[in-house]
């Protein structure tokens, strides 16, 4: 069964830095690219980054272009988004997914719970 | 404001056929496949029709997609007070060099 499971969601003061995770398991995770789509509060999807299986090829939206970088360990099944210079508009749950192949697609069949940032002072 | 345009809200009583437009550009649905998930209160979202027509499995066929041009949609048919939840449309974007999502569309089951 395939598990992927945030983490590291917390308060954070805008300007600082957070680093999420993704701990995946029940699948070849060299395999299959992965996203991060994040949701706030009240709000619909959007799109933040994705990596392709291999890790060589990423993908950013202009609104986190910058300040986010994403990065896999494939020895540890684990999805990362480090994010820096954070904005009261980057408070949202953040959802790990995974893609129906290597090559990076809208198409996600497996996501996460998510886990919640929250930018304020 | 979202690249994929959708209506904010959709209703239908029990039984009904209900349907969910999402709008693009040449640069997205009119050049890549559309893909629907549904987001039920309170969970993650959930694939609910790929490649604009295709259901993984478990998706009952009560849901249906299509696409032409620019545009999709998603159709419910037999509605059921559990298909009450959100629905977004998303596809790969050329010119952006990413996924675009719509705004969402909220489902009642009257």
């Known amino acids: 069964e395939v598990q992927l499971l945030e983490s590291g969601g917390n308060l954070v003061q805008p300007g600082g830095s957070l680093r999420l995770s993704c701990a995946a398991s029940g699948f070849t995770f060299s395999s299959y690219a992965m996203s991060w789509v994040r949701q706030a509060p009240g709000k619909g999807l959007e799109w933040v980054t994705a990596i392709s299986g291999s890790g060589d090829n990423t993908y950013y939206a202009d609104s986190v272009k910058g300040r986010f970088t994403i990065s896999r360990d494939s020895s540890k099944n684990t999805l990362y988004l480090q994010m820096n210079s954070l904005r009261a508009e980057d408070t949202a749950v953040y959802y790990c997914?995974?893609?129906?192949?290597?090559?990076?697609?809208?198409?996600?069949?497996?996501w996460g719970q998510g886990t919640l940032v929250t930018v304020s002072s | 404001q979202s690249v994929l345009t959708q209506p904010p809200s959709a209703s239908g009583t029990p039984g009904q056929r209900v349907t969910i437009s999402c709008s693009g550009s040449s640069s997205n649905i009119g050049s890549n496949t559309v893909t629907w998930y549904q987001q039920l209160p309170g969970t993650a979202p959930k694939l609910l029709i790929y490649?604009?027509?295709q259901r993984p499995s478990g998706v009952p066929d009560r849901f249906s997609g299509s696409k032409s041009g620019a545009s999709a949609s998603l159709a419910i048919s037999g509605l059921q007070s559990e298909a009450e939840a959100d629905y977004y449309c998303a596809a790969w974007d050329d010119s952006l060099n990413g996924v675009v999502f719509g705004g969402g569309t909220k489902l009642t089951v009257l």
């Open positions: 490649s604009n027509n």
């Open positions: 997914a995974r893609d129906q192949g290597a090559t990076v697609t809208q198409l996600l069949d497996n």
